[in-house]
């Protein structure tokens, strides 16, 4: 009887924190001005320019993609990734998991796909900037570089675009790490972004929600692990084919 009786007010004292911190959070969401406050400007600002600072560095991330079937319901696909950089002109990422094995090479001069599983790759020549390559994957190849929003120097142009309200949702914490939670909105997309506190505000995670399709899905990242002093050699950035591999063309975009 006392076990039972304890269970019931356990269960109820649980239901009235619920409730309590979600009435909270949604009168302190819902009192935000319209517009893009200040304070969501300098931290996210603050963020950029902090790793566009840095020379060299790596994180390691956890990343969920969401999918809509004709249905409406939601499937989730997860993998995981590291990046590599190393300024002006380096970077690579490995990423495993459940719809892709591939690593993502550019020395500065060319850039590389290599899927292990196929062993097959592909390469063409590139501009000898970061930004010119992340711009020119995009535009000419259709491929959008792991990462390559935060990594590029105009990543604030870039996370700002067409974006019209944001504002600051609170505190968190990511991986253990305490952060500023930021919330943004573009026409089509929602953007959220924890910033660790501190002297070194970088991005913990991201959350985008695509608004135009069906039941709204997501992509996240978490940073697991950033390195900001890693050593790299020769071969992180360099690229020679198994014997075996087959190289094949990129596909018109």
């Known amino acids: 009887m006392k076990s039972t009786l304890r269970k019931h007010l ?24 319209a517009g893009i406050t200040a304070e969501a400007k300098q931290l996210l600002k603050s963020s950029t320019d902090f790793l566009t600072s840095q020379q060299h ?80 994957a995009r535009t000419e190849l259709d491929i959008v570089a792991p990462a390559g929003d935060i990594i590029a120097e105009k990543a604030y142009e870039i996370l700002m675009d067409e974006v019209t309200d944001g504002f600051v949702v609170g505190k968190a914490v990511i991986e253990g790490v305490r952060c500023d939670h930021l919330a943004f909105r573009a026409p089509l997309v929602d953007l959220q972004i924890w910033i660790q506190e501190g002297e070194q505000p970088l991005p913990r995670r991201f959350v985008i929600t695509t608004r135009d399709v069906v039941n709204a899905p997501q992509f996240a990242v978490t940073v697991t692990r950033w390195n900001l002093e890693p050593t790299f050699d020769a071969q992180t950035f360099g690229f020679t084919p198994p014997a075996d591999a087959t190289k094949v063309d990129f596909l018109p975009r």
């Open 10 to 33: 356990t269960a109820a004292l649980s239901r009235c924190c619920t409730i309590a911190v979600f009435a909270g959070l949604s009168v302190a969401v819902q009192a935000q001005p």
């Open 57 to 136: 560095f790596s994180a390691d991330t956890r990343n969920t993609l969401e999918i809509v079937l004709k249905s409406g319901q939601k499937i989730e696909f997860n993998h995981t990734a590291r990046q590599s950089v190393q300024r002006p002109n380096k970077l690579r990422a490995e990423r495993t998991g459940d719809l892709v094995d591939q690593v993502f090479i550019y020395d500065g001069k060319s850039l590389t796909l290599y899927n292990p599983q196929d062993n097959i790759y592909s390469q063409v020549a590139a501009p000898d900037t970061l930004d010119g390559m992340l711009d020119f």
